[in-house]
């Protein structure tokens, strides 16, 4: 292993001595074994002596800190398929598989009110863990139907409705022949909602707050914070219970930033994760071997070129050797750039996390919102019903 420690907020090397935690968990969640790597101003290398007694399996590998496990921040984890040929079993084992779905509806901001406009992220989800690609519909007590969706291959999508208050809702997915409303919570009656668009443009970020309260003038407030740093921070007037603010990103850091909605009194009201792209050309890197063939374990000489902006650029460098056509799984883990960026701050498994930031197409931009708006998914301390997420079996999640 080659390990990489970086400062949070400017993702440079960290300086001094320190040490993280590598665990070797099985497919279960069953610890293997753990191990102490050495870390000397951000830089690593160790290694994990594999039993000949291991199940060949899909492990997992995670990477800490002792401050991680603290503040119970996510750590860096990845699949590892692992093979012991010395027990003659070259199957990958697979886990029983339940004939059920995960359903998991959640409110953008972390809150929905009666008689507003409410954007919904929906997650579908196999038993398997892998995203559910379905079509399904949110219906009302009456059955009259209020909305339908269709999931991505990812088992993602969002749905917009109003709800009103004397209806009970539900989210109905027909599964194998079998349909089961699963019931969402009744929306809320006072309040402020939080809504952000920063896919329809991505120089500039749109808000839109609206309030219950439909008094002539109101007040809220916006706060943006990105690594743990405040980047915006803005005043805002309603109208009749209704504000709209654009906000420039182009200074803003690459990734993720986290906007949070206050009222006048300073209690958060919602949250909510959006992205921002990379204005600034990443470092170029020119790789060259110094032949086109070669005979099994024969040396390769590599010849590396980095430039940045047109300037050369100093790096710390590794190399993983993968066969991809034995091992796929290793080609659709997180590449650094992409679990720096975004998945290093979202909880759960994420399928084909590079694929988000692949290209910026509009179609690849609603996919990450809607990454967002369900395993980035947030409710502020101090709203009603704060630790209500969690997962069900064909259920619903607020």
């Not at 492990?59 to 750590?75: I, S, V, W």
């Not at 990845?78 to 029983?96: E, F, G, M, T």
């Not at 407030?221 to 005043?235: A, H, M, N, S, W």
Request: charged residues 20%; hydrophobic residues 35%.
């Amino acid at each position: 292993m080659s390990t990489y420690l970086l400062d949070a907020a400017s993702h440079q090397r960290a300086d001094g001595q320190t040490v993280i935690h590598v665990d070797l968990l099985s497919s279960t969640g069953k610890l293997v074994q753990h191990q102490w790597i050495r870390i000397v101003d951000g830089r690593g290398e160790g290694n994990i002596r594999l039993s000949d007694t291991l199940t060949t399996g899909t492990y997992r590998l995670r990477a800490y800190t002792d401050e991680d496990d603290a503040q119970r921040r996510p750590a860096f984890e990845r699949s590892v398929a692992i093979y012991n040929l010395l027990q003659n079993d070259v199957s990958l084992r697979k886990d029983s598989v339940y004939q059920s779905i995960d359903v998991q509806v959640l409110p953008e901001g972390g809150r929905w009110m009666s008689g507003l406009p409410a954007r919904l992220g929906v997650k579908i989800v196999q038993s398997n863990g892998q995203g559910l690609p379905i079509a399904g519909r949110i219906i009302d007590d009456s059955g009259a139907e209020v909305a339908h969706f269709k999931t991505n291959a990812q088992g993602m999508t969002s749905v917009a409705m109003e709800p009103k208050s004397q209806r009970t809702y539900y989210a109905d997915v027909p599964y194998k022949a079998q349909s089961q409303p699963v019931p969402l919570p009744k929306p809320e009656t006072e309040g402020l909602t939080l809504s952000a668009d920063a896919i329809s443009d991505t120089t500039r970020l749109s808000l839109t707050v609206l309030s219950t309260n439909r008094a002539a003038v109101d007040s809220a407030y916006v706060l943006i914070q990105q690594r743990g740093r405040v980047t915006d921070g803005r005043k805002i007037l309603l109208q009749n219970g209704v504000a709209k603010v654009n906000l420039p990103m182009m200074t803003w850091l690459p990734g993720l930033a986290q906007i949070t909605l206050y009222d006048t009194s300073d209690k958060p009201q919602a949250e909510r994760l959006v992205f921002v792209r990379e204005f600034r050309a990443p470092v170029r890197v020119l790789m060259g071997v110094n032949k086109k063939r070669y005979q099994p374990r024969e040396q390769v000489s590599l010849s590396l070129n980095l430039s940045d902006n047109g300037l050369p650029a100093l790096a710390a460098l590794s190399a993983s050797i993968t066969d991809a056509d034995q091992v796929l799984a290793d080609t659709a883990e997180a590449t650094l750039p992409v679990h720096l960026l975004l998945t290093g701050e979202l909880r759960g498994r994420i399928e084909n996390p590079n694929h988000y930031l692949a290209n910026h197409s509009a179609e690849t931009r609603r996919a990450l919102d809607d990454l967002l708006l369900t395993q980035g998914w947030r409710r502020v301390s101090g709203t009603p019903e704060t630790d209500s997420l969690g997962g069900c079996r064909s259920g619903a999640v607020f």
